[in-house]
């Protein structure tokens, strides 16, 4: 089946500094992939949306200039954290999706925390 | 906005026992359901779905079907394994409701624990 993978699958990092999650589908290629957030306890948030070689479209409410989106190629998006807080330390959880297909592969997530 | 709102765990149940996890949905359009499972150190993956009403998805002994009327899609299984301990989560897709495109909408995660 279809394998999304992410590096790293945990980061512990100083506030003000910055943290790329990258996300990569082994197997297939992904036109569009998502970013979630998760809270302990709390459901999967969407954060945004990245469609190869284009902008990536942000959900309301979450800030494009800290949250850093690319989806350079059809295998390969990253997330950067920009001068993470402490209030940024939560669990980052990609997902993988063919063109015109409904059906998206999780990655394992990366947890953050931001001391 | 869509919201997807299922009953929180943990549920702990024993083996071969009958299994339901309720799951109701709001949203503005004609939406898909899904139902993923997490095991324990690993992704989320596609337990199944249904996509427009009274359909009914099922895979590995688990089902759920597209209620519009009661605006559900509650998991069944009628017989757990300890195998099946995990967190469930049901989600919705709709993509006319604009904003993040058709990401999904998920409920806040069902952990099941199977004793023997």
């Known amino acids: 089946g279809a394998v999304v993978s992410q590096h790293p699958s945990w980061v512990i990092c100083k506030s003000g500094t910055s943290v790329k999650i990258e996300c990569r589908s082994l197997?297939?290629?992904?036109?569009?992939m998502f970013w979630y957030r998760q809270f302990p306890k709390q459901s999967l948030m969407l954060m945004a949306t990245?469609?190869?070689?284009?902008?990536?479209?942000?959900e309301q409410g979450v800030e494009k200039d800290k949250f850093l989106i690319n989806h350079a190629s059809l295998t390969l998006s990253t997330l950067t954290v920009t001068s993470a807080h402490p209030e940024d330390s939560s669990f980052y959880i990609c997902?993988?999706?063919?063109?015109?297909?409904?059906?998206?592969?999780f990655g394992p997530g990366t947890r953050l925390l931001v001391l | 906005g869509n919201s997807v709102t299922q009953m929180e765990g943990p549920v702990t149940l024993s083996e071969e026992a009958f299994l339901t996890i309720n799951c109701t949905y709001t949203a503005t359009g004609y939406p898909s359901l899904f139902w993923y499972v997490q095991y324990p150190g690993e992704g989320l993956q596609l337990l199944l779905k249904a996509t427009k009403a009274d359909d009914k998805g099922s895979n590995k002994g688990f089902e759920a079907t597209y209620r519009k009327e009661t605006t559900s899609f509650h998991l069944e299984k009628g017989s757990v394994q300890v195998s099946d301990s995990a967190v469930y989560f049901c989600a919705l897709s709709d993509p006319h409701s604009g904003g993040g495109a058709d990401g999904l909408t998920f409920g806040k995660g069902t952990h099941l624990i199977i004793q023997p």
């Open positions: 990245s469609n190869e070689g284009s902008k990536a479209t942000y």
């Open positions: 997902s993988a999706r063919w063109q015109g297909l409904e059906t998206q592969y």
């Open positions: 197997d297939f290629q992904a036109t569009t």
